[in-house]
Each structure stands twice: as C-alpha cells, then as structure tokens.
C-alpha cells in the first residue's frame, strides 16, 4: 500500500505541469494558432515565480508566497505569449518558426539574468511549498492519505483549471466562437466574429496557462528552483505530445496527463516494486520511458488524430 501511497502523491504533481500547458496548448490551437512556444512559455513563468518566491519568500505564509508567484508566473506566461499573437496574427509569420525561436530565448534570458545578479544557473529558493497534511480533509481514510497529504496547493488549482476550461470551452458562447475560429474562420467572420481578437484570446490564455504550468513544474518536481541548463526537462513538448493524444479535449488531456506522469515516476519508485527491481534494468531506462512512449503513442494515434482544420493557417479576411 505504501508504493501506491508513494506512486498517486507524486504522480500527481507531475501531471499537473502537463495538464496545465497542455490545456494552454489546447486553447491556442482550437483558436487556430499553433503554439510551439510552450516550452518557452512554461521556463519563463517558473523563472519569474521563482524570482518572486526568492524576493518574498520569507515574508509571509509560504501558501501566500505560492499563490502570489502563481499569479506572476500567469502574468509573465500571458506577455510572453503577445510576441507569438503578434507574429501569427498581425504579421501572418510562420507559427512553426516563431515558436521555435521562442523556445531558444528564455534559455539564454534565464542563464544570463543568474549569471548577472544570482552568479548561477539559475535561481534557488528556500522556501517549503509543501502541504504535509490538509486539515480535516487529510484525515479521511484512504483518501485523505492519497490526495490530501504530501502534496502541493498546485495540484488542487490544477483540477479546478481543469473543470474551468471544460466549462468554457463546450458551455460559454466564448468556446463556440474560439472554435469556430479554429474550424472554419471564414463563417465565424461572417457572422460578426472578430477572428483576430478570438487568436490573441486563444494564445493568450496558453500563456497564462503554460506559465502557471511552468511555475508547477517548478514547485512539485524541483522543490520551488529553476535552472537555465535543464529548464523544464521537455515538459512544453511533452505537454504538445499530450495535447494531441488528448485530441484537443480537456478531459482526455487529463487521461493523457496521468499516464505519462505515471510513467515518469516508475523511474522513482523502481527499488519499492520488487518486480521491477529484480530486472536489474538500469534505472536510465525507466528514466527515458515517458519520451519513449510519447513517440509510440503518436506514431500509432497520429493517423487518427482530428485537429483544428485551420490551426497554423494565418486568416486573411480576403480568402474563401
């Protein structure tokens, strides 16, 4: 019981980063912009939460501290994503591109801002993020023991984003428009939908969201520390490989956000499963299995995947 204990409190802090930039991923897309960017995205919120926890950290509840570096990390996320709007909606540029070329900044950004007032790599914080036991809640047997203790304030915020984009994207008049903006935007524009505006909402929300994911991947996989040299470990492309296993639908990213979070911790619970530990199968192995059945799945599910027909397609009010 102690290995499944060991197993959901920290799958779940690594499925949240995912869940949360995947979704991102899934707003800008469904607008009809591709967001390759979200790599970036992700460094660049974690960088400026962390930044916030290192400067106020020790000046009030450390949950406080979180929820504030939360909120930077969204606001970071969100003017960061206005260089992608820009570019694939006012300039028509490649999106594939762009969001490339912002993948490869924030690195350089982050490396040199340590160098030039931290002297390291990166920024390391000294605050405990970590919720040892939620009251009453944590009580609950069983339960309580799995999803209430151990943890971070960050997985919670994580299922009510979760709860908030199925709302908005299936119930609002909002998601309609965003879709229609990803599926056809000629009709959306000619029944008074403002398709340029619709974009800059879509990329917009993928970078309040991937900067939150950015700042979670932080807190519940490296202690609240971010580091320029290894960033976000490919969490914004995992996070694309999940989107589309997810097939742009909240609740299956979600599904999809699980297993490869499950994957990932086999590589950390290896000595607590005697099977697994008896097959003397270096630990390297387990360690590359999420990016491993991340090229399998979308190898074989790729064929049937179902995207936004016009995603990377730049609108221009003059095309039918």
């Excluded at 086999?266 to 990016?291: A, R, T």
């Amino acid at each position: 019981m102690n290995v499944v204990y060991f197993l959901v409190q920290n799958t779940l802090p690594v499925a949240i980063p995912l869940l949360l930039t995947a979704l991102g991923g899934m707003f800008s897309e469904r607008s009809g912009v591709i967001n390759l960017a979200l790599e970036g995205i992700m460094l660049f919120g974690a960088f400026f939460g962390c930044l916030t926890t290192y400067y106020i950290g020790s000046a009030m509840n450390p949950q406080l501290v979180l929820i504030i570096a939360l909120l930077v990390a969204a606001l970071a996320g969100a003017i960061y994503s206005l260089a992608l709007s820009f570019a694939a909606v006012n300039m028509k540029a490649d999106q594939t591109i762009v969001g490339t070329a912002m993948n490869m900044l924030v690195p350089a950004m982050v490396l040199l801002i340590s160098k030039m007032f931290f002297m390291s790599d990166g920024i390391t914080t000294s605050v405990n993020l970590y919720i040892q036991k939620i009251p009453l809640l944590g009580d609950i047997p069983v339960i309580g023991q799995l999803f209430f203790q151990k943890t971070y304030l960050t997985v919670y915020i994580g299922i009510a984003v979760l709860v908030i984009a199925q709302i908005l994207l299936y119930k609002t008049k909002f998601g309609l428009r965003l879709r229609a903006c990803g599926e056809h935007p000629q009709a959306a524009d000619s029944v008074g939908i403002n398709v340029y505006r619709m974009r800059y909402a879509g990329v917009t929300i993928s970078g309040i969201l991937g900067g939150l994911g950015g700042f979670a991947y932080a807190v519940g996989i490296m202690d609240g520390n971010c580091n320029g040299h290894t960033g976000v470990a490919g969490f914004g492309f995992l996070a694309l490989a999940v989107m589309i296993f997810g097939q742009w639908k909240p609740i299956r990213i979600l599904l999809a956000a699980l297993f490869f979070a499950f994957l990932r911790q086999l590589s950390n619970s290896v000595m607590l499963i005697p099977f697994l530990y008896n097959l003397n199968i270096p630990k390297v192995v387990y360690s590359i299995l999420p990016y491993v059945a991340t090229m399998v799945v979308l190898a074989f599910t790729s064929k049937k995947s179902r995207a936004p027909k016009a995603e990377g397609i730049p609108y221009d009010k003059g095309s039918r």
